[in-house]
């Protein structure tokens, strides 16, 4: 198992330089001097001048990368154009708004969205299973623009009955930051009043972003059973006289919990970049909602250090998963 | 009795095809995939709506010609629907001046947007501008991926090993999120969306193109055509291409949904088509300054348009991946 682990690990190391490498080079194929495209056409020679020496424009391409991932493995990632500030505090800042919405999101989409599958494997061709198969097919055709605006219109603005922006009304709450997480912070303090309005204010923007991980969730986990209820231990397991019940939990749901693990983790990338566009259309202060702000500032360092953020994020969790399998599963363990 | 169930279903086109092909004419495999089709429900309905998008969006831009750089008729601004949408709006909201049956007009069936522009017009133009984006990306991403994955796959080289290592990289990022950093320092138009959303793509058919090429290349067919002197050009184009189409084929459908999103996500965030030109992306965003003011139609007749296009190919490609894809035939 440490050798598989090991092995895997050395796998990641091609594809995070890789993705370093291209990330590096996205303020290159800039058309242009990405200094004038920055500031503009009316900047001055000095101030291009300075900005090319701030980024480090001036140096040999593989100096220029080496002093980058440097900076990167200190945990510097630059300074703001606009304003400049280290990029890394504002992450630091922006980035527990996107991971409580997200895992948030993902959480739901869980804890539905597998005994959902469960069942309609169960009752196949029941009308539970067609029901929740063409939700799922809706699931995943709705773009998350398109249901984050019908819930903003339908249940924001015609109903009124929740908020659409925003984490906290700042006005009526007063919330003490400990981890960045509105809802951890608020259990830990003991104010109610908090988390009632963190989890209003959760409501619309987790819904929009965990559709799609919803309905993959559901197919995968139903697919997943399936197969796993045609096998013979699960007849052998029947005819011994188990419960129904325990046939599925323990023989049935064990044994298909590996695609659906995989597909869970998966689903975090679907929804750190999908948290660009909910957090853009909720005015979620988190990364995704900076990212935006920052392409059209066209403030490229920050565009840079969130793709860069996320795709690693994402690599991570992709070996986590990888990771976990040798718990959940014996044979790949042993293999 | 599940189990019984899905064994007789599972059974029966295999029998019928046998039955078929014994007694009339010779086994086609055209044929018999579009009987598979023709038996799913879901490629029916997607077929049946993807005709339906497809035949719109050729025929919009062909029958009316619109000019968007001088679209503008600030009187009309923010009208509701009129026509039957105006009428049965009137009637579930119980106005007063709800129009009567016989004195509806037809001049803004969608509505209005905030320069008093057609939505009925913009969206059948967007709906165009969204399906050719969407199939352009998918065309690039197929080519470039299946040359790719076609020659890694047959000649297991060292090309093998940089093409898959580079795809690796392409897909360690989430593909909405590399398209977005590339057109956003590529600069932000249809055309670069369309190329954007293309590379982020093009893994998925490499890997595919790859993985079929590898089953091919020990095929007898392949050393019977090595053993007659065929090129390794010639053998991937004639016998490992054919032979790789059908799951491709079923990706490029399946894609074609996620590409019409991807692009449409571009255009929300003002990274795809450049206004005043219609694409339904961008008049979602633009709907949002409307939105608390109660204007639904700016937004909801793109938005169904998006889904109903989004549907149709996803439904299509569910029902042309079950009838083509002989592991999963009886199966589910």
Known sequence: MGKYLFRRLLETIPVVVGVSILVFLLIHFIPGDPAVAILGDRASPENIAALREQLGLNRPLHEQYLIWVGNLLRGDLGNTVRGNIPISLEISHRFPATIELSLFALFI??????????????????????????????????????????????????????????????????????????????????????????????????????????????????????????????????????????????????????????????????????????????????????????????DYPIVQSVTLLIAVIYVFVNLAVDV??????PRVRAS | MTTTTSQSTAAKPVSLNTQQMGRTRPYSPFRDTMQRLWRSPSARIGGFLSFIIVLLAIAVPLLDNYDAISDRNLPARYDPPDCFIGWISARLTNAPDAPS?????????????????????RVGHGMSVSLAAGVFSVAIALSVGAVIGLIA??????????????????????????????????????????????????????????????????????????????????????????????PLIVQATLG?????????????????????????????????ESLASGKWWVMVFPGLTIIFMVLGFNLLGDGLRDALDPRLRGSD
């Open chain 2, 256 to 288: 074609l949904g996620t590409a019409v999103i991807e692009t449409a996500a571009l255009g929300f965030l003002g990274l795809g088509q450049q206004p005043p030109h219609p694409e339904l992306g961008k008049m979602l965003a633009d709907s949002q």
């Open chain 1, 109 to 298: 989409a869980t804890v539905i969205g597998v005994p959902v599958g469960v069942i309609s494997a169960v009752r196949r061709n029941s009308v539970i299973d067609t029901a929740s198969m063409i939700g799922a097919l809706f699931g995943v055709s709705i773009p998350i623009f398109v249901l984050g605006l019908l819930l903003i219109f339908f249940v924001g603005v015609e109903l009124q009955l929740l908020p659409f922006i925003g984490r906290l009304d700042n006005r009526e709450v007063n919330l003490q930051t400990i981890t960045g997480l509105h809802v951890v912070d608020s259990i830990l303090t003991g104010n109610w009043r908090a988390l009632g309005n963190a989890l209003e204010h959760l409501i619309l923007p987790s819904i929009t972003l965990m559709t799609i991980p919803l309905a993959i969730i559901a197919r995968i986990t139903r697919s997943a059973m399936l197969e796993v209820l045609n096998q013979d231990y699960i007849r052998t397991a029947r005819a011994k006289g188990l419960r129904e019940g325990t046939v599925i939990r323990m023989h049935a749901l064990r044994n298909a919990l590996l695609p659906v693990v995989t597909i869970i983790g998966l689903q975090l990338g679907t929804l750190l970049s999908g948290a660009v566009l909910t957090e853009t259309i909720f005015a979620w202060p988190g990364i995704g909602k900076w990212l935006f702000d920052s392409i059209v500032a066209r």
């Open chain 2, 101 to 121: 049956i016989n004195e509806l007009t037809c001049a803004y069936p969608f509505g209005a947007d905030k320069n008093g522009r057609s939505i009925f017009q």
């Open chain 2, 153 to 246: 796959g047959y000649s297991s080289g060292w090309f093998d090993s940089v093409s898959m290592r580079t795809m690796d990289i392409i897909l360690a990022f989430p593909s909405l999120l590399l398209a977005i950093a590339l057109v956003t320092v590529a600069g932000a138009s249809l055309v670069n969306g369309m190329i954007a959303v293309a590379i982020t793509q093009i893994p998925v058919y490499a890997r595919l193109a790859r993985a079929m090429a590898i089953a091919n290349r020990n095929m007898e067919f392949v050393t019977a055509a090595r053993s007659v002197g065929a090129r390794d050009l010639e053998i991937v184009r004639k016998h490992i291409l054919p032979n790789s189409l059908a």
């Open chain 1, 324 to 329: 976990l399998y040798t718990f959940i599963d």
